[in-house]
C-alpha cells in the first residue's frame, strides 16, 4: 500500500509537456525563423531550373554546374562561419548577415535577364546559407538540454520543413493568379524573407557560448580550438569517418532541381511541380521530430541508415518511372529520406566532438559533404545529356547503397567512445 501510495504522488508531466520538453525558446524562435525563410526559399527551388532552361534558355549541364557552384560557396563559407561561431562571443550577428544576404537576393532574380546574372544571385543567396548555418546550428546545440538533442534539430527540421511545404503552394497560387510568371513568384518571396530577418533580430536570444556541461565531458573532452586549421585532430577519427561516408553518399545526390525536370517531363505539367513538392515536404515535417526524438532513444546510426536505403530506394525508382503517379510516390519516400538524415545527421556531428568544437565541426561536416555538389552535379547533367535521366539516377542510387554498405560496416567503429578512437 505504501509503495502504491508513494507511485501515485508521482506528477507525471502531461503530454504536451512531453511534446514541449527539451524546445527551449531560442530553439523555437529559430524554428519559425527558418520557417518563414524556407517559405521564401522554396516558392524558387521547384521553379528555378525550369526558369533557367525554359526562360533563360541554359544548357542544362550549366544548370548544373550553377548548383554546383552556388552549394559549394556555401559549403566552403560554413567551414569559415563554423570557425566563426567558435572564436566569437556572440553567434547572432553572423546569423543575422546570413539570413539578410540570403533574403535580400531571392527576390532580385525576378528582375534577371541572363543565367550568368541568376548564378550571381543564387551565389550570393547560397552564400547567405553557408554563413547562417553552422552558427545556427551550434546556438541549437548550445540552447538544448543534454539528452534532447536528437529532438531539438528533429524540431526545427519540421519547422524548417513546414515552411519548405507552404512555399511551393504560394508558388503554385503566384502561378495560376498571374499566369504563369514565374518572375512573380521571385518577387513575392521578398515577403516571408523580411519577417524571418525582423523575429532573428528581436526575438533570439544572442547568447554568449557557454562550457559544456559535466557529463559531457567524461565522453568528449572539452578542446580548445587553435589557432590553425579549426580543430582537425580535436574532431576525432569516428567524425572524419561519419564526414567521409557523408561525403561519398553526397557524390550521388544530387540537386532536387533533377527531380524537378524529371517530374515536368513525366507530369507535362508546371503546376504539378510545385503540389508534388508540397507533399513531399509535409512528409518530411511530420516525421522529422518523432524521427529525431527516436534517434535519442536508440541512437542515430539505426536512422540513419534507413533513410539512406529510403534515398537508394527513391533514385531507383526515378531511374525506371514512366508513369505520372509515380512521381507522387517517389517525393512522399523521398520525405522520409530527408526527415531521417538532415537533422539527425548534425545531431550525431555534435555527438562526436568536444562542445568547445561545436561550430567547427558543424562547418567542416558540411563544407566537406557540400563541396561535393559541384562534381555531384556536374557529373548529373553530363550523364543526362550522355545517358538520359536513368543514368543520373542508378548512379546516385549506387553512390547511396555503397554509403549505406560502408555505414554498416563501419557501424562497430562508429559507435565507439570518444576516448576509444582518438
Given at each position: 500500500?505504501?509503495?502504491?501510495?508513494?507511485?501515485?504522488?508521482i506528477?507525471?508531466?502531461?503530454?504536451?509537456?512531453?511534446?514541449?520538453?527539451?524546445?527551449?525558446?531560442?530553439?523555437?524562435?529559430?524554428?519559425?525563423?527558418?520557417?518563414?525563410?524556407?517559405?521564401?526559399?522554396?516558392?524558387i527551388?521547384?521553379?528555378?531550373?525550369?526558369?533557367?532552361?525554359?526562360?533563360?534558355?541554359t544548357?542544362?549541364?550549366?544548370?548544373?554546374?550553377?548548383?554546383?557552384?552556388?552549394?559549394?560557396?556555401?559549403?566552403?563559407?560554413?567551414?569559415v562561419?563554423?570557425?566563426?561561431?567558435?572564436?566569437?562571443?556572440?553567434?547572432?550577428?553572423?546569423?543575422?548577415?546570413?539570413?539578410?544576404?540570403?533574403?535580400?537576393?531571392?527576390?532580385?532574380?525576378?528582375?534577371?535577364?541572363?543565367?550568368?546574372?541568376?548564378l550571381?544571385?543564387?551565389?550570393?543567396?547560397?552564400?547567405?546559407?553557408?554563413?547562417?548555418?553552422?552558427?545556427?546550428?551550434a546556438?541549437?546545440?548550445?540552447?538544448?538540454?543534454?539528452?534532447?538533442?536528437?529532438?531539438?534539430?528533429g524540431?526545427?527540421?519540421?519547422?524548417?520543413?513546414?515552411?519548405?511545404?507552404?512555399?511551393?503552394?504560394?508558388?503554385?497560387?503566384?502561378?495560376?493568379?498571374?499566369?504563369?510568371?514565374?518572375?512573380?513568384?521571385f518577387?513575392w518571396?521578398?515577403?516571408?524573407?523580411?519577417?524571418?530577418?525582423?523575429i532573428?533580430?528581436?526575438f533570439?536570444?544572442?547568447q554568449?557560448?557557454?562550457?559544456?556541461?559535466?557529463?559531457?565531458?567524461?565522453?568528449?573532452?572539452?578542446?580548445?580550438p587553435?589557432?590553425?586549421?579549426?580543430?582537425i585532430?580535436?574532431?576525432?577519427?569516428?567524425?572524419?569517418?561519419?564526414?567521409?561516408?557523408?561525403?561519398?553518399?553526397?557524390?550521388?545526390?544530387?540537386?532536387?532541381?533533377?527531380?524537378f525536370?524529371?517530374?515536368a517531363?513525366?507530369?507535362?505539367?508546371?503546376?504539378?511541380?510545385?503540389?508534388?513538392?508540397?507533399?513531399?515536404?509535409?512528409?518530411?515535417?511530420?516525421?522529422?521530430?518523432?524521427?529525431?526524438?527516436?534517434?535519442?532513444?536508440?541512437?542515430?546510426?539505426?536512422?540513419?541508415?534507413?533513410?539512406?536505403?529510403?534515398?537508394?530506394?527513391?533514385?531507383?525508382g526515378?531511374?525506371?518511372?514512366?508513369?505520372?503517379?509515380?512521381?507522387?510516390?517517389?517525393f512522399?519516400?523521398y520525405?522520409i529520406?530527408?526527415?531521417?538524415?538532415?537533422g539527425?545527421?548534425?545531431?550525431?556531428?555534435?555527438?562526436?566532438?568536444?562542445?568547445?568544437?561545436?561550430?567547427?565541426?558543424?562547418?567542416w561536416?558540411?563544407?566537406?559533404?557540400?563541396?561535393?555538389?559541384?562534381?555531384?552535379?556536374?557529373?548529373?547533367?553530363?550523364?543526362?545529356?550522355?545517358?538520359?535521366?536513368?543514368?543520373?539516377?542508378?548512379?546516385?542510387?549506387?553512390?547511396?547503397?555503397l554509403?549505406?554498405?560502408?555505414?554498416?560496416?563501419?557501424?562497430?567503429?562508429?559507435?565507439?567512445?570518444?576516448?576509444?578512437?582518438?
Open positions: 500500500m505504501k509503495g502504491g501510495a508513494q507511485e501515485d504522488d506528477v507525471r508531466p502531461s503530454r504536451s509537456e512531453r511534446l514541449r520538453s527539451g524546445i527551449t525558446r531560442n530553439v523555437f524562435v529559430l524554428g519559425l525563423v527558418s520557417f518563414f525563410t524556407d517559405i521564401s526559399s522554396e516558392m527551388v521547384p521553379l528555378r531550373s525550369i526558369f533557367l532552361v525554359t526562360i533563360l534558355q544548357p542544362l549541364p550549366v544548370a548544373g554546374l550553377i548548383a554546383g557552384i552556388a552549394e559549394s560557396t556555401a559549403s566552403i563559407l560554413k567551414i562561419s563554423g570557425r566563426l561561431a567558435d572564436r566569437t562571443e556572440s553567434r547572432k550577428p553572423l546569423m543575422l548577415f546570413g539570413y539578410g544576404l540570403s533574403n535580400a537576393a531571392k527576390p532580385l532574380l525576378a528582375l534577371v535577364t541572363t543565367w550568368p546574372a541568376a550571381s544571385l543564387i551565389f550570393l543567396d547560397r552564400a547567405g546559407k553557408g554563413l547562417r548555418s553552422s552558427p545556427r546550428d546556438m541549437l546545440a548550445d540552447s538544448t538540454p543534454p539528452g534532447y538533442i536528437g529532438k531539438a534539430f524540431f526545427h527540421r519540421s519547422m524548417d520543413t513546414l515552411g519548405a511545404a507552404i512555399g511551393p503552394l504560394f508558388a503554385a497560387l503566384i502561378l495560376w493568379w498571374t499566369v504563369k510568371d514565374l518572375r512573380a513568384v518577387a518571396t521578398i515577403v516571408p524573407g523580411v519577417l524571418a530577418v525582423i532573428l533580430l528581436l533570439v536570444r544572442g554568449s557560448k557557454v562550457q559544456g556541461p559535466p557529463q559531457e565531458a567524461s565522453l568528449v573532452p572539452d578542446v580548445q587553435g589557432r590553425s586549421l579549426p580543430g585532430a580535436g574532431l576525432g577519427v569516428r567524425f572524419w569517418m561519419f564526414t567521409g561516408i557523408a561525403t561519398l553518399f553526397a557524390l550521388g545526390n544530387s540537386a532536387d532541381d533533377f527531380l525536370l524529371r517530374t517531363g513525366l507530369e507535362q505539367s508546371l503546376f504539378v511541380v510545385p503540389l508534388i513538392y508540397f507533399g513531399y515536404n509535409v512528409v518530411y515535417a511530420a516525421l522529422a521530430t518523432p524521427l529525431g526524438a527516436l534517434s535519442d532513444r536508440w541512437g542515430r546510426l539505426p536512422v540513419l541508415i534507413s533513410g539512406y536505403a529510403a534515398f537508394a530506394l527513391v533514385y531507383a526515378w531511374a525506371v518511372a514512366t508513369q505520372a503517379w509515380n512521381t507522387w510516390l517517389l512522399l519516400i520525405g529520406y530527408a526527415a531521417a538524415t538532415e539527425i545527421a548534425r545531431a550525431f556531428v555534435i555527438d562526436l566532438v568536444p562542445h568547445s568544437l561545436r561550430g567547427s565541426a558543424l562547418g561536416f558540411g563544407g566537406v559533404t557540400g563541396l561535393a555538389a559541384l562534381p555531384s552535379n556536374v557529373l548529373a547533367g553530363w550523364l543526362w545529356v550522355a545517358g538520359g535521366s536513368s543514368a543520373t539516377f542508378w548512379f546516385g542510387a549506387f553512390m547511396a547503397a554509403s549505406l554498405a560502408l555505414m554498416v560496416a563501419w557501424l562497430p567503429w562508429l559507435r565507439r567512445g570518444f576516448s576509444e578512437t582518438v
